[in-house]
């Protein structure tokens, strides 16, 4: 039941990015997750934008979404248990 309840969760959350093959954001995000790193590599793995190709803009859009969230966790946990401890402070590079 939990389960069910979580997927139900996760669809509520998703939104169809290319209707031609039913890919939705979240599996975008997923696959950008797991190593693909640009609109060519998602296209191999799940067909987006091959197709009439209109949704190509924003499957980009959810890669650079994805990419930038991605990138900002780690500076954001090193943060946080900075600002926990009370030993010196540190320096966190960020990105440009």
Known sequence: MVSIRLE?????RSMYVCLCKGI?????????????????DLRRELGVGGQCGKCARDARE??????????VQPYAA????????????????QPA
């Open 24 to 40: 939705t954001d979240g599996q975008i995000r997923e696959a950008v997750q797991q190593g693909c790193d640009s609109l060519r």
């Open 78 to 93: 090193v943060a946080a248990a900075a600002s926990r401890s009370s030993g010196p402070v540190l320096f966190t590079p």
């Open 62 to 71: 959810v890669l650079r979404d994805t990419r930038a969230q991605a990138s």
């Open 8 to 12: 139900i969760r996760i669809w509520m």
